[in-house]
Structures are given as C-alpha cells and as structure tokens.
C-alpha cells in the first residue's frame, strides 16, 4: 500500500515537497510526484512534516502514578526517590503496564514515536522490567520503547541490584544504567561507573546513566562516565543524563571538562520540566535553575537531546506528552532565544534523541522509515512558539493520530476569518 503526502514544508525549510511511501518506507521525496494507483493522498496544506519526536529520558514504570500512595511535598528529588520507595513493594504488573498503555496512546497523539525508559532494577521480583518488556511488545507497531536497566538506589548501594541488572537484560532490557551519585561515596560512584561501562562493552550495549542530578558543583562522576567511554571504545554509545551539576560547577573547571566530554563524544540528555522543578531547593535566593549547560555543549559539537523525564508521578504532577513543551521549557531556561538556538532545540527533541538511542531509518531521506508528525505550523521554530497541532501522525506509511487544527470563530468585518497563528507575510 503507497501513501502519498502532498504539498508538505520540511524541517530544512524546502517548500511544496511531496513524500512517496512504500512498504513503510519513504520511497521518493521531491516536488509533484506522480501518485502510483490506489495510493492514498494525504494533502499537507503546506504545513510542516517533520520526522516524529523522539524522548530521550522517561520513566515509564512510574508514569500516571501520581499520588500514590502519597503526593511528593517538598518538591524535591530525594522526596520523589523516598515516595517511589514506599510505592515499589504495592506495584502490581497490570497496573503498570495499564498506565504505560495510555501514556503511550497520550504520546502517539503527540508525535511522540520514540522513547527511551529508564526501568528500576532494585526491585528482586523485577516486576516492572516484566512489566515493561510486555508494553515494549505490544506498542511495537506504533512505538520504539527502548529500555534502560536502571538501579535506582544505587547498583552498589542497593544489596543485590548489580545481579538484578544483569538479569533484567538477560530477559531483553537494552541499555545499561546507573546512578553515580546515588551511591554512599564519590569512589563508590566512580566505582559504579567503571563497573557499568565495562559491563555495557562487554555485552557491546549503550550506556544512559542518571549522571550528577544534583547541585553539588563538585559532584564530577561525568568526568568520570567520559574516561571510561573513551578508555573502553564506546564512543557516541554512551549518554550522561541530566548532568545538573554542571549548572553549578566552577567555570574553569566546566572549560576543561567539556572539551573532554567532546572527545569522548558522550551525548548529553537534559529534562529541562524536570531540572527546573527539582533543582534549587536548597537555595534561597537567588534560585539556581540547575539545567545543565545545553548551549555550551552544542557549541562543542556534542550531541544533545531532551526528555520528558516524569510525567504525573512521584517526582513531578503534570505533563503530557508534548515534546514540544519540553523543548520550549529548555530553550527559555537555558536562553537559548537566537533563531540558530531556537532551532537546535527542535532537533534536541527530534533527530538528536534519535541519534542517542540509535533508531535506524530515523528522517525524512528516501530509505527512511514512513513516520511522521505534520504540525499546524510552517518551521521547526513556529511549531515550538505555537505548541502546534498535531495534525496527523503517520507510522509506517499509515495514519496512526489525528488532531483538528487551532481554530477560532472570529469574523471580524473586513477580516478573512482567523485560521491559524502563523505570520502572513
Ligand atoms: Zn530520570
């Protein structure tokens, strides 16, 4: 069955661009292309067609658990971890994978067709990895789910998480975690480090590890986490997540460590809803917003993608979603205003998460794999300025979400009727 979608603009900013797909491929791209027979038309009204959003960093096993058994009071991280505690020994696997089920159907609605969880492995009945890799299967035809074991109290720390790690991806997991300055010590974290790289090269995986969330400038495991990425050749395969401590370190310090970073090309994921919310609790004022340092990083050429992080659960009450939320939270937080900026954090949501979590045939080139979102908008900025619509979503060639566009019922005299929010010059 071949689709053809007509009259789209591109990311690249190329106008009046038809997309042929075949075999849940794009197979052609270029100006009025001839449709085979009883291909399907899809008219794009010249909005933007991009290639779908793609998250970086989630929880998956928490998500919509909000307010169980409690609300997190005081806002902060380690509340958040102390809550997820409480619930863990009450989950049951139905329940997690009921609320992972529509979070998912939320996040296809939102052009959201990629996402990278973090699962919590300190858990001797692995419950929610079970759960999870049964999620991963069923979305399948519409979602990439990629997992992270994740020892969330710490792989040393936490008695037996290390053994439990390493069954969770025995049982298909695909990435290894960690969480370095969760453990007892700063030798301890450096510790975890070495330990999980070198499990991740022997076993040739991806590394993601929840890296110096915190505001101690001194809390360095990324240095560390770079070391290690270089000295066992896992070059571009490794991602420190979060890195909030970077907000906070000493200047001179960060000009040192960043050039490193780039040599050893770790990527860097921020969660800018989150890393404003939970960081700079113990400040007064003024408050640190604690993101890491997002412009300074893509200035040195590593890559950068954003995630969503929680979404209604022990450590944050709101969210959807809308990966175009979380880009605009990072490029007002991290004043990322130029139009070069503004831009970078589109691609921090959509080909720079693609790239940190590997996904094959991720674009728009011929070859590339029919996904899509088209947004009621005619650039990657003016999709993050309006929020767009979502117009339609298109998995492998086929029509997976609809959303009516932003409208008004104004007629005024004199004036066509207001459609849409985009310049008209
Ligand atoms: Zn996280």
Redesign the pocket.
């Known amino acids: 069955m071949a689709t053809l979608i007509r009259n789209a603009t591109l990311p690249d900013g190329r106008t009046g661009q038809d997309l042929l797909c075949e075999g849940g491929r794009v197979a052609a791209v270029g100006p009025q292309l001839v449709a085979p027979p009883h291909a399907e038309l899809i008219d794009a009204q010249g909005w933007l067609l991009s290639p779908p959003f793609v998250d970086a ?1 989630f ?1 998956m096993d928490a998500t919509l658990s909000y307010g169980l058994p409690r609300v997190n009071d005081s806002g902060t991280l380690l509340e958040g971890i102390a809550l997820w505690g409480e619930l863990k020994p009450t989950l049951q696997q139905d329940a997690i994978v009921e609320r992972a089920l529509q979070y998912c159907d939320w996040a296809v609605a939102k052009g959201l067709l990629a996402i990278r969880s ?1 699962v919590d492995v300190c858990d001797p009945r692995l419950l929610a990895v079970e759960a999870l890799l049964h999620v991963k299967q069923q979305v399948k035809p519409y979602l990439d789910l990629q997992l992270v074991a994740f020892p969330q109290d710490g792989v040393l720390r936490s008695p037996g998480a290390f053994e439990q790690l390493k069954r969770a991806l025995a049982l298909g997991v695909d990435v290894v975690g960690g969480i370095p300055h969760f453990e007892r010590t700063m030798a301890d974290g450096a510790e975890s480090v070495r330990l999980l790289c070198e499990l991740a090269a022997e076993r040739g995986l991806r590394v993601d590890m ?1 890296c110096d969330e915190s505001d101690d400038p001194l809390s360095r495991h990324i240095e560390t986490l770079a070391f290690h990425t270089q000295r066992l050749g896992l070059q571009g395969r490794v991602t420190g ?1 979060h890195l909030t401590s970077m907000h906070s370190m000493d200047n001179y310090y960060v000009s040192k460590l960043i050039p490193l970073m780039a040599e050893a090309q770790v990527n860097a994921v921020a ?1 800018p809803l989150i890393n404003i919310t939970l960081q700079g609790r113990h400040d007064t004022y003024p408050k640190r917003r604690g993101m890491t340092r997002v412009p300074e990083l893509m200035a040195a050429g590593i890559t950068v993608g954003f995630g969503h ?1 929680c979404v209604m659960d022990p450590w944050y009450s709101l969210g959807t979603g809308d990966m175009l939320e979380v880009a605009q939270m990072g490029l007002h937080v991290g004043q990322m205003t130029s139009q070069a900026q503004m831009r970078s954090c589109f691609d921090a949501v959509t080909v720079n998460s693609a790239r940190i979590l590997g996904l094959e045939g991720y674009g728009l080139e011929p070859g590339c794999r029919a996904d899509f979102v088209l947004l009621q908008a005619r650039s990657p900025v003016e999709a993050l300025r309006l929020r767009a619509a979502r117009l339609i979503v298109v998995r492998g060639g086929a029509v997976v979400a609809r959303s009516p566009a932003a409208s008004a019922e104004l007629h005024l005299p004199g004036r066509p009727p207001l459609v849409d929010w985009t310049l008209r010059r």
Do not use: F, G, I, T
């Open positions: 960093h929880h973090h929840h997540s969660n992080d």
